[in-house]
């Protein structure tokens, strides 16, 4: 197990809730792959840290100031972000390994993404 914790930046931001909602079921399977893909590379290069119990802080970043929906990319974040972190830096995504999530937004016009901080809470 690691102590501390990691930083990985995903070059995507996730799809509103009501975007993601209303993609076709293989959509929604081929978006779950992207994400899954970028963590689990970014796992490797980081030497496959592991956690028992993790504090995870996601950071969007959109291209622009536009109004959003701000839940609704919670919502979709966490359950991309969440699925995608078990089995690599945590065990599972069930409440005994992941205590908790934190939201921030923020724009960068040149580099839209997202940042995942993943803290120990072991």
């Known amino acids: 197990m690691k102590k501390g914790g990691v930083t990985i930046s ?3 931001l996730p799809p509103s809730l ?5 993609f076709h079921w293989r959509e929604q399977r081929k978006t779950e792959a992207i ?3 970028y963590i689990f590379m970014k796992w490797l290069e980081l030497k496959r840290p592991t956690y028992k119990a993790a504090h995870i802080t996601l950071h969007f970043h959109f291209p622009d100031r536009r ?3 701000l ?3 919670m919502a979709t974040g966490s359950k991309l972000v969440g699925d995608a972190l078990k089995g690599c830096f945590i065990p599972d995504d069930s409440p005994g390994y992941l205590k908790g999530w934190s ?3 923020g724009m960068d016009r040149k580099n839209p993404r997202t940042v995942i901080e993943i803290r120990s809470e072991a």
């Open 10 to 12: 995903v070059p995507l």
């Open 18 to 22: 009501n975007a993601y909602r209303r």
């Open 35 to 37: 994400w899954k893909e």
């Open 67 to 69: 109004l959003r929906d």
């Open 71 to 73: 839940d609704n990319y």
């Open 103 to 105: 939201f921030l937004f």
